[in-house]
C-alpha cells in the first residue's frame, strides 16, 4: 500500500533525487518516500560525464563501486578545431586535490540504474508512476507543518519535507511558487549555432581515429560550431557487438529548427559540416571516409540557463504547510559546456543530506529559527555555485559563438596562442580544476 503519511518525500528518481534519498539514508533518516512520475529506464538522459568533486560525493554515501565498474575512467579531455588540438584538461595532474584524479564516463541512465541498486539494497523504494499535480497545505489543524501531496491517479501523501527532484519543469518548484529565470535577466540570449543542439547515440563504419588511452572525449570547434564525440563504456553500450559513440553538434542557424529525432543522414550532414577530418565521410577531406552506420537514438535540446530563486521555500508565519527544498534540473540549468549538470545535481541532493538531518534535531529540541537557517545556509551556497557553474557554460559558449564570428588570420593567431599556453602543465590542471567541481562553495 502507497503510504499516506512521510516526513521527507522526494519528488523525482532521477540521479539528484536518489543522491538526496541515499545522502538522507545515510544520515540515518528511514521516513521518506521516493516518487517518480516515469517507470525506470525511460529517461532517454544526454549526460554522461561525471565529475571529481561528484565521485568524492557519492564514495561518501558508499554509492561510487558500481558506477566505477560500469564506467570509463578519462584522465584527459581535450579541445580542438578542424585538423589539431588546441588546449587540453588533464585531470591526472589532481591527484594531490582528490582520490579520484579523473572523470568518469558513463550514459545517465546506466548512472541511475547503479543508483537505483544501491537504493534497493537499502531498502530505499522507489515508487512509479506517480506524477504530482498539487501540493497544499493540509487543512486539519493537528497537521499544520504538513504538505499534502496529490497526484495524477488521485492517491494523496502528507509529507513535512518536500524535495522538488522533478526537473526543469518541476511542478514542486511551481507549486511552490519559486521563480526559476536566467540568473542575468538573459532570457532571450542568442547562442548563434549553439542555440540548438542535435544528439544521437551512434555506430560508424570504422572506429574513429581522434582518440588515445587517457582522451576519450573529442571536442571540435568549427566556424562558430561544436561537435563532440565520445564512446559508450563497454559496459553501458547499447549495442555489445560494437563500439557505440554518443555524438552532440551544434545546429548552424542557416538549418532552422533541428527535428525532434534528427536522422541518420542529418547527423551525418552535421559532422561532415562541422567536425575533424577524422570523421568526415568525403573523400576529399578524410582519405579513410567514415560514416554513421547505424543510430540507436536522437534527440534535440535547446540551450537555456535558468536558476531557482531560492532552493528553500520556508514555513512562513502563519500559514500552514511543511518545507519545500530543490535539487538539481529543478533548481537549475544550463547550456551542456563542460559536463557539469549531472555532477552539480548530483552534489545538491548530497549535500543535502545532513543539513536536512540537524534541520530535522534542531526542531526537536525547539530551536524552529536556528533550523531554518540551516537550510538558508545551504540553499545560499547551491544557488552561488550554480550561478557559477552558468557564468562558467557561458563563458565557454561566449568563446565558441565568437570564434565563428573572427577574421580568419586573427583566429588563427588566438588558437596559436591558446596552443602555447595549453602547452603547461599548469593550464592542463587549471582547466582540469574548474571542470572537476573541487572548487566548490
Not at 563563458?395 to 573572427?406: E, I, L, P
Amino acid at each position: 500500500m502507497f503510504p499516506q503519511q512521510t516526513t521527507v518525500l522526494i519528488v523525482g528518481a532521477g540521479p539528484s533525487g536518489m543522491a538526496a534519498a541515499l545522502s538522507l539514508h545515510h544520515q540515518g533518516i528511514r521516513d521518506l518516500v521516493v516518487v517518480d512520475a516515469i517507470l525506470a529506464g525511460q529517461n532517454f538522459s544526454r549526460a554522461m560525464v561525471i565529475q571529481a568533486a561528484t565521485l568524492e560525493a557519492l564514495n561518501s554515501v558508499d554509492c561510487l563501486d558500481g558506477i566505477l565498474s560500469a564506467g570509463v575512467k578519462v584522465e584527459a579531455v581535450g579541445l580542438r578545431d578542424t585538423s589539431s588540438d588546441i588546449l587540453s584538461a588533464d585531470f591526472s595532474l589532481l591527484a594531490g586535490h582528490t582520490k579520484f584524479p579523473f572523470a568518469v564516463i558513463l550514459p545517465q541512465v546506466k548512472t541511475e540504474a547503479k543508483m537505483l541498486e544501491k537504493m534497493e539494497e537499502e531498502g530505499i523504494k522507489v515508487w512509479r508512476p506517480y506524477k504530482v499535480v498539487s501540493m497544499k497545505p493540509s487543512l486539519r489543524a493537528e497537521e499544520e507543518d504538513l504538505f499534502e501531496v496529490q497526484f495524477e491517479s488521485g492517491e494523496f501523501i502528507k509529507a513535512k519535507y518536500v524535495i522538488g527532484a522533478d526537473g526543469a519543469h518541476s511542478v514542486v518548484r511551481e507549486q511552490a511558487g519559486i521563480s526559476f529565470n536566467d540568473p542575468d535577466g538573459d532570457e532571450k540570449h542568442d547562442y548563434g549555432n549553439l542555440s540548438q543542439m542535435a544528439i544521437a547515440d551512434v555506430a560508424f563504419t570504422s572506429e574513429p581515429q581522434i582518440f588515445t588511452s587517457e582522451r576519450k572525449v573529442s571536442q571540435t570547434l568549427s566556424s562558430g560550431n561544436m561537435v563532440l564525440v565520445s564512446p559508450f563504456p563497454p559496459t553501458a553500450s547499447p549495442d555489445p557487438t560494437r563500439t557505440v559513440y554518443r555524438l552532440v553538434s551544434s545546429v548552424p542557424v542557416d538549418l532552422g529548427t533541428a527535428p525532434h529525432e534528427p536522422s541518420i543522414e542529418y547527423m551525418q550532414r552535421l559532422v561532415d559540416r562541422n567536425g575533424p577530418a577524422q570523421l568526415s565521410s568525403d573523400p576529399a577531406r578524410n582519405p579513410n571516409p567514415v560514416r554513421i552506420e547505424k543510430m540507436y537514438w536522437s534527440t534535440r535540446y535547446r540551450t537555456r540557463s535558468a536558476v531557482a530563486e531560492s532552493y528553500f521555500a520556508p514555513r512562513k508565519p502563519g500559514v500552514s504547510g511543511g518545507f519545500v527544498l530543490l535539487v538539481g534540473d529543478a533548481a537549475h540549468i544550463h547550456s551542456p559546456m563542460g559536463g557539469q549538470g549531472l555532477s552539480l545535481g548530483i552534489r545538491d541532493g548530497i549535500s543535502l543530506g545532513p543539513v536536512l538531518k540537524a534541520h530535522i534535531d534542531r526542531r526537536a529540541d525547539g530551536s524552529d529559527a536556528a533550523a531554518d537557517n540551516l537550510f538558508e545556509e545551504w540553499a545560499t551556497v547551491r544557488h552561488k555555485r550554480a550561478v557559477s557553474v552558468v557564468a562558467m557554460t557561458k563563458k565557454a559558449m561566449g568563446v565558441f559563438v565568437a570564434q565563428g564570428k573572427m577574421w580568419p588570420p586573427m583566429l588563427r593567431f588566438v588558437f596559436a596562442v591558446m596552443r602555447f599556453l595549453g602547452g603547461f602543465k599548469f593550464m592542463k590542471r587549471n582547466v582540469a580544476y574548474k571542470l572537476s567541481g573541487l572548487g566548490e562553495i
